[in-house]
């Protein structure tokens, strides 16, 4: 859907938090994987602080001020002719998509062992294609809707956050090299997540639940798509995380492409 301008009585300004850290950045092995998948330097993470509360109905306004916001725009890079740039305009509109985010484990992922993708203990099956010699199980099911084993996961769990960027990352980059087990793949997942997203536990039940909204945007200018690229490509993303009890928003966001353009 797409968002109006913000509207006055509810406008929310936004400044970096250049102390905040993401573990997953300084790991070693999850950036050595990134670099192996060919997302090291199109991938970034950054976050901000807002000032006013967060609901799901004020979402649009929420997104709009924050691509029409200073602080952020001057933070923003995007690709431009294979040279990363100032995102230097404000959003005239844009899309939102509303991401299920509910998952606290990693068991959602269990079936993949015992459906015919993967072999024990986590080996990928390969499987023959034409065009692509490395192609596997796992990515069939990731992508094609006619594959058996597509919902092997639920369809529900398809669009959840999790799914989406274990997804991101299974399919990489312009020249990944893709990973012959799937561990890599589920253990960068659920370092990336637990950095990404926050959880409070119930002092009764103790059961932990998430608290973040999680919201898949892409921003216009009078020119068009300008971030998180100027063409749509399924790995060309942006995700905002937002905090409603810390007022923090995470952009989290990731450019096809080829090399190692940012860190």
Same mark, same amino acid.
């Given at each position: 859907?797409?968002?109006?301008?913000?509207?006055?009585?509810?406008?929310?300004?936004?400044?970096?938090?250049?102390?905040?850290?993401?573990?997953?950045?300084?790991?070693?092995?999850?950036?050595?994987?990134?670099?192996?998948?060919?997302?090291?330097?199109?991938?970034?993470?950054?976050?901000?602080?807002?000032?006013?509360?967060?609901?799901?109905?004020?979402?649009?306004?929420?997104?709009?001020?924050?691509?029409?916001?200073?602080?952020?725009?001057?933070?923003?890079?995007?690709?431009?002719?294979?040279?990363?740039?100032?995102?230097?305009? &404000?959003?005239?509109?844009?899309?939102?998509?509303?991401? &299920?985010?509910?998952?606290?484990?990693?068991?959602?992922?269990?079936?993949?062992?015992?459906?015919?993708?993967?072999? &024990?203990?986590?080996?990928?099956?390969?499987?023959?294609?034409?065009?692509?010699?490395?192609?596997?199980?796992?990515?069939?099911?990731?992508?094609?809707?006619?594959?058996?084993?597509?919902?092997?996961?639920?369809?529900?769990?398809?669009?959840?956050?999790?799914?989406?960027?274990?997804?991101?990352?299974?399919?990489?980059?312009?020249?990944?090299?893709?990973?012959?087990?799937?561990?890599?793949?589920?253990?960068?997942?659920?370092?990336?997540?637990?950095?990404?997203?926050?959880?409070?536990?119930?002092?009764?039940?103790?059961?932990?639940?998430?608290?973040?909204?999680?919201?898949?945007?892409?921003?216009?200018?009078?020119?068009?798509?300008?971030?998180?690229?100027?063409?749509?490509?399924?790995?060309?993303?942006?995700?905002?995380?937002?905090? &409603?009890?810390?007022?923090?928003?995470?952009?989290?966001?990731?450019?096809?492409?080829?090399?190692?353009?940012?860190?």
């Amino acid at each position: 859907m797409e968002g109006d301008k913000c509207a006055f009585e509810s406008i929310f300004s936004f400044n970096t938090l250049p102390n905040k850290k993401f573990s997953f950045m300084k790991d070693n092995d999850v950036t050595a994987l990134l670099m192996k998948w060919s997302m090291l330097g199109r991938i970034s993470v950054q976050s901000y602080s807002f000032d006013h509360n967060f609901s799901s109905y004020n979402t649009n306004t929420f997104v709009q001020c924050f691509f029409r916001d200073p602080n952020v725009l001057c933070s923003l890079r995007k690709m431009d002719a294979g040279v990363w740039v100032p995102v230097d305009k &404000p959003a005239v509109s844009v899309s939102v998509e509303v991401v &299920p985010c509910t998952k606290v484990s990693m068991d959602v992922f269990d079936p993949l062992y015992s459906c015919g993708v993967l072999r &024990p203990p986590g080996l990928i099956v390969k499987r023959f294609h034409g065009v692509d010699p490395d192609y596997d199980e796992l990515r069939r099911m990731l992508q094609e809707d006619e594959c058996e084993h597509y919902f092997v996961l639920g369809r529900e769990a398809r669009e959840e956050f999790l799914f989406r960027l274990f997804k991101h990352l299974c399919l990489g980059g312009e020249l990944c090299q893709y990973e012959d087990t799937v561990d890599p793949y589920i253990g960068t997942t659920k370092k990336i997540y637990k950095d990404l997203i926050s959880v409070q536990k119930d002092p009764e039940t103790k059961k932990v639940s998430v608290v973040s909204t999680v919201l898949k945007v892409c921003a216009k200018d009078e020119s068009g798509r300008c971030f998180p690229g100027t063409q749509e490509e399924e790995q060309t993303f942006a995700y905002l995380i937002v905090d &409603p009890f810390k007022r923090h928003v995470t952009l989290f966001d990731h450019f096809y492409g080829v090399g190692n353009f940012m860190m």
